[in-house]
T-cell receptor
């Protein structure tokens, strides 16, 4: 099983700042099958990025994904108030599909 | 619009079974796989299983093998997830989600809270 470790666990930033979230895999992951999701309290997750760097439909361009192999990054260029949420990485190229434990992005 | 609508919350006793439904609409049902993901209170996401609605083929997380069964009814465009021998640690919100063109989970149901308690 591929273990995904996200860092930091919690990130405290202010609106307008840049956020960088990390996800490290225990073994190499196909970037074609790597995604990021956002989840707000009481809501289902929402797909942000798939294929490591492709934005999902309707996702603002302040969200960008990058990385390959074992190290992946989600960057939010300028934080908006609605961006404060929990973010999960996911690999879906190897069975079982696995998620990271999440990074909580909170308002400083 | 494309959507997945799940059945309502349930409370079950330990040892019982639960069956959650997920009705798809707004797209061709047999084109996209449906996955099930659960989230225990305050915890992260755990992948459980998927089904190919076209032929009914399934794949389950090894951890749940033998306790989880996913089926589909093409006439009603509904996918079902049944979990048996429930234990307290199965208490969670259960989500169905569509695997889109790239296989990432692009459409999610609203979630179904399953509480296992004596």
């Amino acid at each position: 099983e591929i273990v995904l470790t996200q860092s930091p666990g919690t990130l405290s930033l202010s609106p307008g700042e840049r956020a960088t979230l990390y996800c490290r895999a225990s073994q190499s992951v196909s970037s074609t099958y790597f995604a990021w999701y956002q989840q707000k309290p009481g809501q289902a997750p929402r797909l942000l990025v798939y294929g490591a760097s492709s934005r999902a439909t309707g996702i603002p361009d302040r969200f960008s994904g990058s990385g390959s192999g074992t190290d992946f990054t989600l960057t939010i260029s300028r934080l908006e108030p609605e961006d404060f949420a929990v973010y999960y990485c996911q690999q879906y190229g190897s069975s079982p599909i696995t998620f990271g434990q999440g990074t909580r992005l909170e308002i400083k | 619009q494309v959507q997945l609508v799940q059945s309502g919350a349930e409370v079950k006793k330990p040892g019982a079974s639960v069956k959650v439904s997920c009705k798809a609409s707004g797209y061709t049902f047999t084109t996209y796989y449906i996955h099930w993901v659960r989230q225990a209170p305050g915890q992260g996401l755990e992948w459980m299983a998927f089904i190919n609605p076209s032929d009914g083929g399934t794949h389950y997380a090894q951890k749940l093998q033998g306790r989880v069964t996913v089926t589909r009814d093409t006439s009603t465009t509904t996918v079902y997830m049944e979990l048996s021998s429930l234990r307290s640690e199965d208490t969670a919100v259960y989500y169905c989600a569509r695997a889109g063109t790239n296989q990432a989970l692009d459409i999610w149901g609203q979630g179904t809270m399953i509480t296992v308690s004596s």
